[in-house]
């Protein structure tokens, strides 16, 4: 069965850094667009960053430019998100997507989602 398992999340304070994963099983990434995703109480979710993993290209919110990298291994089915500089409001749940037929300019259709990670940062 096709999942996508997002793990890395914490609790930290204002400045720190975080690096978020997302292990795939049953698709090859190397056929995908993969997507963070994130969404903040009373917030509705919001695109971070993407890859296309066939050949490498990504994408970030403005919000997050030069301070979020992410990067995929194909042999692991595994994409990372290295956050780094962290504020208070990258305070969210924080999701990793799967699709094939994804419009990235506009952060649509992604297929497949985790269950997300808590990333909390404190001031």
């Known amino acids: 069965e096709v999942q996508l398992v997002e793990s890395g999340g914490g609790l930290v304070q204002a400045g720190a850094s975080l690096r978020l994963s997302c292990a795939a099983s049953?698709?090859?990434?190397?056929?995908?667009?993969i997507g963070w995703f994130r969404q903040a109480p009373g917030k509705e979710r919001e695109g971070v960053s993407q890859i296309s993993s066939s050949d490498g290209r990504t994408y970030y919110a403005d919000s997050v430019k030069g301070r979020f990298t992410i990067s995929s291994d194909n042999a692991k089915n595994t994409v990372y998100l290295q956050m780094n500089s962290l504020k208070p409001e990258d305070t969210a749940v924080y999701y990793c997507a799967a699709g094939l037929y994804s419009i990235v300019s506009r952060w649509l259709g992604y297929d497949y989602w985790g269950q997300g990670t808590q990333v909390t940062v404190s001031s």
């Open positions: 049953g698709f090859a990434f190397v056929d995908y667009t």
